[in-house]
C-alpha cells in the first residue's frame, strides 16, 4: 500500500528532484571505479574518520573503508583525553590498531589531532588552569609524534584554534591560550617540526564555508592567523577546513567567495585539506530519497569548486556510512543521520555520486 504523503510534501519533492537534476541519481553502477582510484587519477587523495572498534566489530564496513579509501583519520584514537586519560599513562592501544591497519592495506594515516580545546583530560585542564605547564603538552606531543614518526606524515597539529567573539585578533581563549598567551601556535608547530622534520603540519578549523558575518569573521581572523604564522617563518604545511555542511545554511554557500577564500589560502603556500566532510540535514520529514539529494547537492556545490584549486590536494569524510555516523550524537542533530556518503546498508547515495563526480573532474583537468 503506498504510504500517505502530504500533497505538500509531493510538490517539495518534484520540486526538489528537479532542482537536483544536476546530479543524476546514481545507482550501483557507479561503484566500478571507487573513490580512492578516482583520486589516484587526480593525483589526489581520499580518505575518512574511522574508529578502531567499528572497524574491527564489522566486516563488511571494513572491506568498504579498505575499497574507497586511501587515507584513514582516527576519529577519537589520538586525542589527548583518550591517549593520556590518566597523567604520564599512555594508552596507544587503539591507534596501534589502526596504524597497523593502515600499513597492512596501504592507507595513509592522518594525524588527528594534537592541541583541541575539546580532547583535554581532565587532569591536564586542572593543571594548566593553575600553572602555565607546557612541558606536559611537550609530554604528550613527543610521546605522540615519536611513536608515529614511520607512520603519519600528516598532523593537525592545533585543531579549531579560533572563536570569534572572545578576542579582538579571534584567537579562541581556549585553555592553551589562557595558559601561554597566543604564541601558543607557534609553538606547538615548531615542537612538533623537530620531532618530524618531514611531516606535513596543518591547522584545521570549522566554521569557514558560508557567506553568513560569523563565518566571514572567522575566515578573516584565520588567515590573519596564517599570515603571520607565515612572516615569523612557523612551519605550517597546510590548512584543514573542515567540511561540515549543514543544509539550513545550504542558501548562503556562495561558490566565488568560498573560491576567493581558497584562492587566498593557497596564495599563503599552503596545502588544503578538505576535512571533516559531512552534512547535518534540517528537513528530517522529506523522504529519505530527497534528503539524500539534498545532502547530494550540498557536497557537490562545495567539492567542484574545491577542485578547481589545485592547493587542495586531500578529501576526507568525517566518517563513510550512516551506520557510524557521529552526527545523531552531534546534539542540535539527534535523529539527523544521513550526511555521509555510504547509508546504514553500506549503499551508495548522492553524496558518494558527488565526490567521485569532483574527483573525476579534478582528474580530467591533468596536463
Ligand atoms: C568528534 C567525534 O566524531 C566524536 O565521536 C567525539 O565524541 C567528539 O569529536 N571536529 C573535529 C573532530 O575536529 O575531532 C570531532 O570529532 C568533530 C568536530
Not at 307 to 329: C, F, H, Q
Request: include cysteine; proline fraction near 4%.
Amino acid at each position: 500500500m503506498e504510504r500517505f504523503r502530504p500533497s505538500s510534501l509531493v510538490a517539495t519533492r518534484r520540486a526538489l528532484l528537479i532542482g537536483a537534476m544536476t546530479l543524476p541519481f546514481l545507482g550501483q553502477s557507479l561503484r566500478g571505479s571507487t573513490l580512492t582510484k578516482t583520486a589516484d587519477e587526480a593525483d589526489m587523495l581520499f580518505g575518512c574518520a574511522v574508529r578502531a572498534d567499528q572497524l574491527f566489530a564489522d566486516r563488511d564496513f571494513r572491506a568498504l573503508v579498505t575499497s574507497e579509501c586511501g587515507e584513514i583519520t582516527p576519529e577519537l584514537e589520538l586525542k589527548w583525553a583518550f591517549v593520556e586519560p590518566d597523567a604520564g599513562k599512555y594508552n596507544f592501544s587503539s591507534a596501534d590498531v589502526l596504524a597497523a591497519f593502515a600499513s597492512e592495506n596501504g592507507k595513509a594515516l592522518h594525524g588527528h589531532t594534537l592541541l583541541w580545546h575539546d580532547s583535554i583530560p581532565p587532569w591536564a585542564a586542572a593543571q594548566l588552569a593553575q600553572q602555565s605547564d607546557w612541558t606536559i603538552i611537550s609530554r604528550f606531543i613527543a610521546e605522540t609524534v615519536t611513536r608515529y614518526r614511520d607512520k603519519i606524515s600528516t598532523w593537525d597539529v592545533v585543531n579549531e584554534p579560533i572563536l570569534i567573539g572572545q578576542r579582538d585578533d579571534g584567537l579562541r581563549a581556549s585553555p592553551f591560550l589562557e595558559a601561554f598567551g597566543s604564541g601558543y601556535v607557534a609553538h606547538a608547530l615548531k615542537e612538533v617540526r623537530k620531532l618530524a622534520p618531514k611531516a606535513k603540519l596543518f591547522i584545521n578549523e570549522f566554521g569557514l564555508l558560508y557567506d553568513l558575518p560569523q563565518d566571514r569573521l572567522k575566515r578573516e581572523a584565520l588567515l590573519q592567523l596564517l599570515e603571520t604564522l607565515k612572516k615569523w617563518g612557523v612551519p605550517l604545511s597546510g590548512i584543514g577546513i573542515q567540511g561540515h555542511l549543514e543544509l539550513q545554511h545550504q542558501s548562503n554557500f556562495n561558490q566565488q567567495v568560498f573560491a576567493d577564500f581558497l584562492n587566498r589560502l593557497g596564495g599563503l603556500g599552503l596545502e588544503i585539506r578538505i576535512s571533516e566532510l559531512d552534512v547535518k540535514e534540517n528537513r528530517t520529514e522529506l523522504p529519505a530519497d530527497i534528503r539524500d539529494q539534498r545532502a547530494g547537492e550540498a557536497v557537490k556545490a562545495l567539492l567542484d569548486v574545491a577542485v578547481e584549486n589545485k592547493a587542495v590536494g586531500t578529501i576526507t569524510s568525517w566518517g563513510l556510512s550512516d551506520r557510524y555516523s557521529w552526527l545523531p550524537g552531534a546534539g542540535e542533530t539527534a535523529g539527523y543521520n544521513r550526511g555521509l556518503p555510504f547509508n546504514t546498508d553500506l549503499k551508495i547515495k548522492p553524496i558518494y555520486a558527488a565526490i567521485q563526480q569532483a574527483l573525476a573532474k579534478r582528474a580530467r583537468q591533468k596536463p
